[in-house]
Each structure stands twice: as C-alpha cells, then as structure tokens.
C-alpha cells in the first residue's frame, strides 16, 4: 500500500475525520468510497452525504429520488404476482 501527503485546511480535515468516526471507517476508506463512487457516476451531492450518514445505499439516491420511486413501485407490483421466495422458473 502507498502512503502520500495531502494539504488539508484545519475546518477540512476535521470534518473529514469525523465524518469516517460517524461511519466506523478511516479517512483513506472514507476516500476509497467516494473514489469508488466517483467512477461510477453516483452523485455526491451535500443532501447525498448527510443521508448517508444513516444508511449509505439510500444515500445515493438523494439526488435522483423518482428512480428510486420507479423501484419500489415495480418491486410492489411485482409481489402482487409473485409469493415471496418464490423462484425464477
């Protein structure tokens, strides 16, 4: 594993370091993720953060709730035609 030097201003590097306290994660996994998301296209918009806060997955939907709106209205629809744990046949 690399080991680098970044500059950080003191009010940056405060909230970065509890912003990893609050998810149980160092700072350089806190980086990771965000790196991660960043590749992916997800947006890291300030109301997608603070919601991450709790529950990380429905934190990236902040800025795009109408899809997720989408998704649970298929998923409902679907388990009026299908039993739960029913398989793919």
Known sequence: MARIEIQLDPETLKRIQALARERGASVGDLLKAHL???EAGLPLSPSARSESAEDPLWG???DIP???DEIVAETMKDREHRRLRE???
Do not use: I, K, M, S
Request: charged residues 15%; hydrophobic residues 60%; glycine residues 8%.
């Open 36 to 38: 991660h998301c960043l």
């Open 60 to 62: 990236l939907f902040g």
């Open 66 to 68: 109408e899809l997720l």
């Open 87 to 89: 398989a793919d046949v």
